[in-house]
């Protein structure tokens, strides 16, 4: 994605090969040639790092104009793309810190070449120079400039790729590739270092040449992060091709005595426009081409009627006082396209007016458990949430932040203590009561004794010593309950004699790991009396676990 978004040009890729050719040439001589030439990719590459960095200069400018014009909808990308100018400015003006350091060190009080934090490799008096890089980049202890520069390049890699959304893994992909800085291969280089392979026994010219190329990686990915960046502005707009009338109602079932109530709008609209609903008989008849002509029946006001709209949505609202299996209500949706253009949109509903009755299921299953909370919703149809009441016989209920409920029982359901939740519900400011539901109430199942993971058979002695104990945890349960092992005992034969030491906790002993060490291949050993306690703080005996040692 990277390469698609901002490809290598023909003439980067030309100086990035001479530069490699004459990095082998030096293993061979230090001809004045090849120093002319480094000068020559130098300013190639200066200029090509200055282009770059006009053109990251103009998307910043339009990102900066595409804000003041939406705000709320640039504010986040050109924030990111923010980043990402910060930090590759302070990647360049470190290397460019390099770079002048190097220089002045090797020309002295005589140099000529920096002006400012400007760098000018065709006034380097020693370019030539061999040992001022060894000095300054690689250090008598391998502690010179080099080493940090790879740190630091390393942490602008990991902010730059940072702002790539996770889904585009090719473009990060291709970023990381473009920022990495590999040692040479083994086979080649007799494990020599990045560091080494730069910047020891090189001419001072190809320090800087390399040190310009990496600022003008630096640019590069730059560039292609905030063109990527400047991308996701439109990338994040809805685009619209269908559009269709929906109703949305707050419930399809309305006691008697109480409102239904209904939302009509468009699945795809612009809330810079708002569109006419109209309530009522539709005439339709269908036009030679096969579509249909479609008009409201009678006369505004008498036979049909407009809703209000707010922010594109129609507020439908009627009043419900008689029993009614199956209420049939419509319209249409006059919607003016971008050409000026009017469309419309047929659109229906129906709903029922009936008699109260309420709704409680448990989210989960169908019992409660002991010592865990037990969630379960309860809903009255045409009853907002605030307005419901429930009440448990056993136990407590209580609301969750998700909207639901919690039922932590009491005691086990038996024949003469059974456990009901009783709903109510305020309607009119009087509290009625809706309906009630029985659920059991059981102990939490069993949980399942392991060791590394495993309830048993073979395993490797090293992966057993590496444990600290026996775990216990439940299996297929949709409920996070805790256990703990609060005691066990290790058993094998040792020397044709059973050996078997216990712990009071979860923990193996020290005299249980001697006795784990003294395992061969071949070997059971025996992990049991295990017991576990849970949120019911009720004793539990586990089977034993029984592993042959590979």
């Known amino acids: 994605m990277g390469a698609k978004n901002c490809p290598e040009t023909p003439r980067q890729r030309m100086i990035a090969m001479m530069y490699l050719v004459l990095t082998a040439l030096l293993a061979l001589n230090v001809s004045r040639e090849i120093v002319e030439a480094f000068i020559i990719i130098e300013d190639g590459l200066s200029k090509t790092v200055e282009n770059i ?55 002295g009080d005589d140099q000529i070449a920096v002006k400012g934090r400007l760098v000018y490799p065709d006034s380097i008096l020693k370019n030539d120079n061999i040992t001022i890089g060894s000095e300054i980049m690689i250090g008598a202890t391998a502690n010179g400039r080099a080493y940090q520069l790879r740190e630091e390049f390393d942490k602008f890699k990991e902010t730059i790729s940072g702002l790539i959304l996770e889904k585009d893994v090719e473009f990060k992909n291709s970023i990381d590739k473009n920022l990495s800085l590999l040692d040479p291969p083994n086979k080649v280089t007799q494990n020599i270092t990045w560091e080494n392979a730069h910047f020891q026994e090189r001419p001072l010219i190809a320090i ?20 990527y960046l400047y991308k996701q502005i439109d990338a994040s707009s809805f685009k619209f091709n269908k559009l269709d009338a929906v109703v949305k109602a707050k419930s399809n079932y309305v006691f008697k005595g109480g409102v239904y109530e209904a939302e009509v709008f468009l699945a795809a609209f612009d809330t810079t426009q708002k569109p006419t609903i109209y309530i009522g008989p539709i005439d339709s008849t269908i036009n030679d081409d096969g579509t249909w002509n479609l008009k409201m029946k009678g006369e505004l006001g008498i036979n049909y009627d407009t809703l209000s709209i707010h922010n594109s949505i129609g507020k439908y609202s009627v009043p419900c006082n008689t029993l009614n299996p199956s209420v049939k209500w419509g319209g249409l949706i006059y919607y003016k396209t971008p050409e000026g253009r009017i469309n419309k949109y047929r659109f229906s509903n129906e709903y029922q007016v009936a008699e109260s009755q309420v709704v409680v299921s448990p989210s989960k299953m169908n019992v409660f458990y002991l010592g865990v909370k037990n969630p379960i919703d309860i809903s009255v149809p045409g009853v907002p949430i605030e307005n419901i009441t429930p009440r448990i016989n056993n136990g407590t209920i209580s609301k969750d932040k998700d909207g639901g409920y919690i039922v932590k029982p009491k005691t086990i359901t038996t024949k003469s203590k059974k456990t009901f939740v009783t709903v109510f519900a305020t309607i009119d400011g009087k509290e009625r009561e809706m309906g009630k539901a029985e659920f059991r109430v059981k102990k939490l199942p069993n949980p399942v004794a392991k060791v590394a993971m495993s309830k048993g058979g073979r395993i490797a002695k090293n992966l057993l010593l590496a444990q600290n104990g026996v775990l216990a945890e439940l299996e297929n349960s949709d409920f996070d309950a805790t256990f703990k092992v609060v005691e066990f005992s290790v058993s094998t034969v040792v020397q044709g004699y059973e050996q078997k030491k216990s712990s009071r906790s979860n923990k193996f002993t020290n005299q249980q790991k001697e006795l784990l060490n003294k395992l061969n291949r071949g070997q059971r050993v025996f992990f049991e009396g295990i017991k576990a306690k849970g949120p019911d703080k009720l004793t539990r005996d586990l089977p034993p676990i029984v592993f042959k040692i590979k």
Do not use: H
């Open 53 to 107: 960095g006009k053109k990251n200069n103009t998307i910043y400018a339009n990102f900066r104009q595409a804000e003041s014009e939406n705000p709320k909808k640039v504010k986040e990308w050109r924030e990111y793309a923010d980043v990402a100018k910060r930090s590759s400015d302070q990647m360049f003006d470190y290397i460019q810190d390099i770079k002048i350091e190097l220089i002045e060190k090797a020309d």
């Open 208 to 227: 800087i040449t390399l040190l310009s190329k990496m600022q003008g990686d630096v640019r590069n990915a730059e560039s292609d992060v905030i063109s």
